[in-house]
């Protein structure tokens, strides 16, 4: 009798011991992509990258962040006209504009547009960023350094999207969706291009004008006219270490609202009272031209 009696008390003893144990794993663990996390922990264990405090996860300060947002931006206003109200009634226009081309055109049009981003971003950064085909098969696109040098330290990619508070509503955008991005606090940044995660965005997008400003770019879902704004295709490192990690970046209420119209991110719902959250990606070593650009798609937050 006591034997049938003390074994389950036993397990269940043993479970709870386990479950605790898990836990307190997972709740140390900040984990950026849940459905890859879940498919690859195993496989990926050694390219885990490992932080102490979150406040630490920030390879360079935000003051660097910011002027080089302010440089890039000031050289896109610049270019595409001198208050930014030119540039958003062209970004109206523009649909209208192409649709009487023909696709060959429509490709031109489109190849002047990137020579002319690769000029301005070589021009302010020193170095020219891309999609292409990724070098880890199956892996689908990545990102790569195609022209110039990255010194260590620099800001290389932004991760676009709309963001969400860790309590705000996301389960029908993040089914299938392998580009919801996990902060180090729970905030959640869907950089998907596609689907209902696209229409959020721009819903959000147009909702948030300031007077004749825009608050958020939303030419990201197409073509980027902010070329770094690409950084929700970097893949994770499998073998070799990372060459990027992501820095959470708050935007100061200072940041000049001209420039907004650039910031690839818009929050869910206008409520929300804190600053505009930014991801970005910095270079953890000196990245060469033609190398692709690796991140961690792990962090573990020690503290
Ligand atoms: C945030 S997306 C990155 C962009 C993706 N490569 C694409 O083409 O859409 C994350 C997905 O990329 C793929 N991926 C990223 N790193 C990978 C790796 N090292 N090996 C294989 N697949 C990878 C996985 O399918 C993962 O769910």
Same mark, same amino acid.
């Given at each position: 009798?006591?034997?049938?009696?003390?074994?389950?008390?036993?397990?269940n003893?043993?479970i709870?011991?386990?479950?605790?144990?898990?836990?307190?794993?997972?709740?140390?663990?900040?984990?950026?992509?849940?459905?890859?996390?879940?498919?690859?922990?195993?496989?990926?264990?050694?390219?885990?990258? !490992?932080?102490?405090?979150?406040?630490?996860?920030?390879?360079?300060?935000?003051?660097?962040?910011?002027?080089?947002?302010?440089?890039?931006?000031?050289?896109?206003?610049?270019?595409?006209?001198?208050?930014?109200?030119?540039?958003?009634?062209?970004?109206?226009?523009?649909?209208?504009?192409?649709?009487?081309?023909?696709?060959?055109?429509?490709?031109?049009?489109?190849?002047?547009?990137?020579?002319?981003?690769?000029?301005?971003?070589?021009?302010?950064?020193?170095?020219?960023i891309?999609?292409?085909?990724?070098?880890?098969?199956?892996?689908?696109?990545?990102?790569? @350094?195609?022209?110039?040098? &990255?010194?260590?330290?620099?800001?290389?990619?932004?991760?676009?999207?709309?963001?969400?508070?860790?309590?705000?509503? @996301?389960?029908?955008?993040?089914?299938?969706?392998?580009?919801?991005?996990?902060?180090?606090?729970?905030?959640?940044?869907?950089?998907?291009?596609?689907?209902?995660?696209?229409?959020?965005y721009?819903?959000?997008?147009?909702?948030?004008?300031?007077?004749?400003?825009?608050l958020?770019?939303?030419?990201?879902?197409?073509?980027?006219?902010?070329?770094?704004?690409?950084g929700?295709?970097?893949?994770?490192?499998?073998?070799?270490?990372?060459?990027?990690?992501?820095?959470?970046?708050?935007?100061?209420?200072?940041?000049?609202?001209?420039? !907004?119209?650039?910031?690839?991110?818009?929050?869910?719902?206008h409520?929300?009272?804190?600053?505009?959250?930014?991801?970005?990606?910095?270079?953890?070593?000196?990245?060469?031209?033609?190398?692709?650009?690796?991140?961690?798609?792990?962090?573990? &937050?020690?503290?």
């Open positions: 009798m006591c034997y049938y009696l003390l074994c389950p008390i036993r397990s003893v043993m709870r011991a386990a479950l605790t144990k898990f836990q307190n794993k997972w709740r140390n663990y900040r984990h950026r992509f849940v459905p890859w996390i879940a498919l690859n922990l195993r496989r990926n264990e050694g390219s885990l990258r !490992h932080v102490t405090k979150s406040i630490q996860d920030k390879p360079i300060h935000d003051e660097v962040v910011s002027e080089t947002l302010l440089k890039l931006f000031g050289a896109l206003l610049e270019r595409d006209g001198a208050d930014g109200k030119q540039s958003l009634k062209e970004t109206r226009l523009r649909p209208k504009v192409v649709q009487t081309k023909s696709n060959d055109a429509r490709e031109m049009h489109e190849e002047g547009r990137m020579a002319e981003s690769d000029d301005l971003i070589f021009q302010s950064m020193g170095f020219c891309h999609r292409r085909p990724s070098s880890v098969p199956l892996a689908g696109v990545g990102v790569f @350094i195609t022209k110039g040098w &990255v010194p260590k330290g620099t800001v290389v990619a932004m991760y676009p999207g709309t963001v969400y508070e860790a309590y705000e509503p @996301i389960f029908f955008q993040s089914l299938r969706n392998p580009f919801v991005f996990r902060c180090i606090d729970g905030v959640l940044v869907d950089g998907n291009d596609k689907g209902i995660s696209k229409l959020v721009k819903s959000c997008s147009r909702r948030d004008m300031l007077g004749p400003y825009r958020s770019d939303f030419s990201w879902l197409t073509n980027p006219k902010n070329p770094l704004a690409i929700q295709y970097v893949n994770n490192c499998n073998d070799s270490p990372a060459n990027v990690c992501y820095q959470e970046y708050d935007v100061p209420r200072v940041f000049p609202l001209e420039l !907004h119209q650039y910031l690839p991110n818009v929050k869910y719902s409520e929300t009272q804190r600053p505009i959250r930014c991801i970005v990606l910095v270079s953890l070593r000196d990245i060469s031209p033609g190398e692709e650009l690796f991140s961690n798609y792990y962090t573990i &937050v020690e503290s």
